[in-house]
Structures are given as C-alpha cells and as structure tokens.
C-alpha cells in the first residue's frame, strides 16, 4: 500500500466563486508547494477546466483526478470524480443537458473564465454554473456511475448545501459510499452520526482561493503505483477495493 496526501475538492477561475487567480496551472503548482500527490478539480456543475489542468498537473508531479461539484435540485453539493479525462468530459456533456440556463452577472456572481494550461482565457462560460440542475439527488449516483464514476455528499458539516443541512439527516436512500468534511477535526463526530466508519469520511478544502488549498495533510492509502492511483482511487472510494 501506499500513501497518498490529497486535496479532492478544489474550484478553478471557472466557478462564478472562484478566485481569478485559481487558474489549472496556479493550482497545481500550489498542490506542488504544499507536498500533494492526488489533487482533483471540482468545478460547479462543469469539468471544461480539466483539460487544461491535466496538462498542468503533468508538469508539475501532481495526479489529477477530474471532477465536478453537483448542484441537484434540492441545491446538494456532491462531489462527483472520475477515473479518466474523457469519462469526466462525458460526463460533463450530459450534465450540460440538465443544467438550468441562467445568464451569468459577472458583476454579481464573477467571472467564469476557461483556460488553457499556461494560464491563457481560451474562453468564458455564459450561464450561471453555480445553480441547481434538473437532477435530483435521487439520480446523481447511477448517473455518475453510468459514467464510470464516484460521488459522495460534499461539506456535510456545513450549513450552505450540505445534505444534513438541507434534509435533516444523511439519507439511507440513495447510498453514498463516503462523504466529505471541511473541518477534519470533527471526523469522529460526523462519521458516528451517519453511520460510517471514519476512514470513508474524507476532508478535503473545498478551496476557492489558491491559499485555501491543503497542505500535506490528509492522505489515502492506496494499493498502487502512481500511474494507477486515479483508477485506483475511484475503486476505493466507491467500496471495491
């Protein structure tokens, strides 16, 4: 087995609440500075970044993992992650199809900004990323999975679209594998108030700022080479390894 530190929840300039400076290459150079290994980008409701931090990350000696925070209907985060880019961009095309068009006020909401991986705009999206889709919370898991991906309820001790939050409990109905926390400290706590073992309680930044990005904190062990951690990572969290 082998270790590997972690930030699974980070926003780019393309989240309306992202920083401008939060470009792929900034963060994966932070992700360099502070010690990381794995480091997933997890846009509102969109993966169009991701090309560009794989490339990124490749400089830098960081795996990326790519991902998306989901908005459901009932305005839940869930982080959702996938084994490989174009399982993540597929992905990204059909949650496009669920999306609620709303026009973006950059002057309220910021900018949405696609880059390239030497921190050029390529492009700009339009409509608000940071609203609810048309899927429910119900839906998300099999349609991640039909995807080859992973998702787990994102921030479940915050206020602010956390599941508990918003339902008053953690849902039997549809199962989630793990969930995230932003305070680790209260890992204990949340794990015996949901029911789960602590290890499948991950901690990740929720970073919308370069400097809010992890140090060498957190980690996973896993049983793998680095060339196969992504893979890896996706069985891990979804309960088959």
Same mark, same amino acid.
């Given at each position: 087995?082998?270790?590997?530190?972690?930030?699974?929840?980070?926003?780019? %300039?393309?989240?309306?609440?992202?920083?401008?400076?939060?470009? #792929?290459?900034? &963060?994966? !150079?932070?992700?360099? +500075?502070? !010690?990381?290994?794995?480091?997933?980008?997890?846009?509102?409701?969109? %993966?169009?970044?991701?090309?560009?931090?794989?490339?990124?990350?490749?400089?830098? !000696?960081?795996? #990326?993992?790519?991902?998306?925070?989901?908005?459901?209907?009932?305005?839940?985060?869930? /982080?959702?992650?996938?084994?490989?880019?174009?399982?993540?961009?597929?992905?990204?095309?059909?949650?496009?199809?669920?999306?609620?068009? &709303?026009?973006?006020?950059?002057?309220?909401?910021?900018?949405?900004?696609?880059?390239?991986?030497?921190?050029?705009?390529? !492009?700009?999206?339009?409509?608000?990323?940071?609203?609810?889709?048309?899927?429910?919370?119900?839906?998300?898991?099999?349609? /991640?999975?039909?995807?080859?991906?992973?998702?787990?309820?994102?921030?479940?001790?915050?206020?602010?679209?956390?599941?508990?939050?918003? +339902?008053?409990?953690?849902?039997?109905? #549809?199962?989630?594998?793990?969930?995230?926390?932003?305070?680790?400290?209260?890992?204990?706590?949340?794990?015996?108030? &949901?029911?789960?073992?602590?290890?499948?309680?991950?901690?990740?930044?929720?970073?919308?700022?370069?400097?809010?990005?992890?140090?060498?904190?957190?980690?996973?062990?896993?049983?793998?080479?680095?060339?196969?951690?992504?893979?890896?990572?996706?069985?891990? +969290?979804?309960?088959? /390894?």
């Amino acid at each position: 087995m082998s270790r590997y530190y972690y930030d699974l929840h980070i926003h780019s %300039c393309l989240s309306p609440c992202g920083d401008d400076e939060s470009t #792929p290459d900034s &963060i994966a !150079g932070m992700g360099e +500075l502070n !010690g990381l290994d794995l480091m997933a980008l997890t846009d509102h409701n969109t %993966c169009k970044n991701c090309p560009a931090f794989f490339e990124a990350a490749a400089r830098h !000696g960081i795996i #990326p993992i790519a991902g998306m925070e989901l908005t459901t209907a009932e305005d839940i985060h869930i /982080v959702c992650l996938f084994p490989d880019l174009a399982s993540a961009m597929a992905f990204d095309g059909f949650v496009a199809s669920k999306r609620i068009r &709303i026009r973006n006020r950059t002057d309220i909401f910021g900018n949405q900004l696609i880059m390239d991986s030497f921190d050029h705009v390529i !492009g700009t999206e339009d409509d608000l990323l940071s609203n609810a889709t048309a899927l429910s919370l119900e839906e998300v898991p099999e349609a /991640v999975r039909q995807f080859g991906g992973v998702c787990y309820p994102a921030h479940i001790d915050r206020q602010a679209n956390g599941i508990i939050a918003v +339902l008053g409990i953690f849902p039997e109905t #549809p199962f989630f594998p793990c969930a995230e926390l932003h305070d680790g400290n209260r890992k204990a706590e949340f794990a015996a108030q &949901i029911g789960k073992d602590p290890v499948n309680i991950l901690v990740s930044s929720d970073a919308h700022t370069l400097w809010d990005i992890h140090e060498r904190q957190e980690w996973l062990e896993l049983p793998c080479p680095r060339e196969d951690a992504a893979a890896a990572l996706i069985r891990r +969290l979804g309960g088959t /390894v």
